[in-house]
């Protein structure tokens, strides 16, 4: 669990909520506008492997909430807040991690994967760390991301965040850790501070390391300085995901 004077530092950076309303229209945007395909430009200083396998397990997200009564310029309507983000694959089986303030507890959640198929999900975990687990069940197997170990997330390490930022290209941007949280009896690593700056809708995206692999999970923005970002680090991510595996062998 995030602390509360930790909390009070990072601004949540799912892309807004946009309103599809009866009385109200315009201004709504579809999954099927979300492009997420990775230019090869961007991502060149990866192994090619590791592009490979970050290209086909990164995806889009929208939430749905239950509709609602919604003012708007005067107008009053029902409809549903939605809100956008990203995602990524972590097992083959389809199970997906992603930011607990982007999924809340959405009514319906759909999945965007590389190659434009669109899956509606179901919610396995939410958890209080702001990480959400989701399942689709594709038709086969997915390609899952690779987990970097935990122990090398430290300060001065340099970083890769993969950003959406909602529906602006794919944008591959590098940076170092600058400051790491740890709690729990283990004293695990649960986030890092990254001198990287994001823009709302980045969400939800992987931050790796120089092979392509998992260190975290793109979180939100600092209050006090826009050039540094938080990211859930990928001990985390595999606690609740070990959580997950476990309350069901259970």
């Known amino acids: ?15 807004g ?17 979300l492009g997420i395909a990775l230019d090869p430009s961007v991502l060149e200083s990866l192994p090619h492997s590791s592009r490979l396998n970050l290209d086909t ?11 609602a009564l919604h003012a708007e310029n005067g107008k009053i309507g029902i409809g549903s807040e939605e809100r956008y983000g990203q995602g ?4 083959s089986t389809g199970i997906i991690v992603t930011n607990r303030h982007i999924i809340g507890n959405a009514r319906h959640v759909f999945v965007r994967l590389s190659g434009g198929q669109i899956f509606e999900a179901m919610i396995l975990l939410n958890s209080q760390a702001d990480l959400c687990l989701i399942k689709i069940n594709a038709p086969l197997p997915l390609r899952a991301i690779s987990m970097a170990d935990p122990s090398e997330i430290r300060i001065g390490i340099n970083v890769i965040a993969i950003a959406n930022a909602g529906l602006n290209p794919q944008r591959k941007m590098g940076g170092q ?4 949280f740890k709690e729990g009896p283990a004293n695990n690593v649960e986030l890092m501070e990254m001198n990287i700056p994001l823009k709302p809708g980045d969400s939800g ?6 092979e392509g692999s998992l260190l975290g999970l793109i979180m939100g923005k600092k ?3 826009p050039g540094k970002s938080f990211a859930i680090a ?3 991510i595999q606690q609740e995901y070990f959580r997950y595996r476990n309350s069901i062998l259970n």
């Open 17 to 33: 909520a946009f309103w599809a309303l009866g009385v109200l229209t315009g201004g709504a945007q579809t999954l099927s506008s």
């Open 1 to 15: 669990m995030i602390n509360l004077d930790l909390k009070k530092q990072i601004v949540y950076i799912s892309l």
């Open 223 to 225: 209050i006090s300085d």
């Open 177 to 180: 850790v600058i400051r790491i």
């Open 205 to 210: 995206g992987p931050v790796l390391n120089q």
């Open 88 to 91: 990524i694959i972590i097992d």
């Open 57 to 67: 397990s990164l995806v889009d997200i929208k939430a749905v909430d239950v509709p």
């Open 234 to 236: 990928s001990s985390r």
